[in-house]
């Protein structure tokens, strides 16, 4: 607070002081007011300002203390460690199975190869093996004509031995009878 002057300074002062007088008394009341609404607004602030403690108090404790943040943190940063584990494991996984994959196309283009010879070889076999039947079918055919020609030949050297002994017989038999017209 502004202190006032004395009344009895007041007093003896001229017209002209009275002017500054009032103009000073106008400015100290302006600035009480000012002093006033600035008090005021100071308690309003400082109000505004334990409510808000309060609400960040109670927060925190609805959240889990006043921790929580660095808690959460840690439990964030944990949490990334085991998933970063887990995606390295499965890396490793992946690549192994990449590898084994690459073994099995490597085997499956050896069989494939292996495939590819064997049944050239095979069409080679089966090509000889035809080629071998049809020679054998020939030979058998031959072979059975042949079987046929020599029945035949046998069945007529039978028929001629036949034949022979007929005439063999008739000539003995001839024979005799001249013998005996002879004798």
Do not use: W
Not at 68 to 93: F, G, H, P, S
Request: charged letters at 40%; one cysteine or more.
């Amino acid at each position: 607070m502004i202190r006032r002057p004395p009344r009895s300074t007041l007093s003896s002062s001229s017209a002209a002081s009275d002017v500054d007088k009032r103009q000073v008394q106008a400015e100290v009341d302006q600035l009480e007011m000012k002093i006033q609404y600035e008090r005021m607004r100071r308690d309003d602030v400082k109000s505004k300002h334990n409510m808000s403690r309060i609400e960040i108090m109670s927060t925190r404790k609805n959240m889990g203390g006043v921790n929580i943040t660095t808690e959460n943190t840690q439990a964030v940063e944990k949490q990334m460690k085991v998933l970063e584990n887990r995606l390295d494991q499965a890396l490793v996984k992946f690549n192994e199975a990449l590898a084994h994959n690459k073994k099995l196309r490597a085997d499956i283009d050896s069989l494939r190869e292996e495939r590819q010879v064997f049944q050239r070889i095979y069409k080679k076999l089966e090509l000889e093996l035809h080629e071998k039947k049809k020679a054998m079918a020939e030979k058998i055919e031959k072979a059975n004509l042949d079987y046929e020609e020599r029945d035949q030949l046998k069945q007529e050297i039978e028929a001629r031995r036949a034949t022979s002994e007929e005439d063999r017989k008739l000539c003995q038999e001839s024979f005799l009878q001249l013998d005996k017209v002879l004798e």
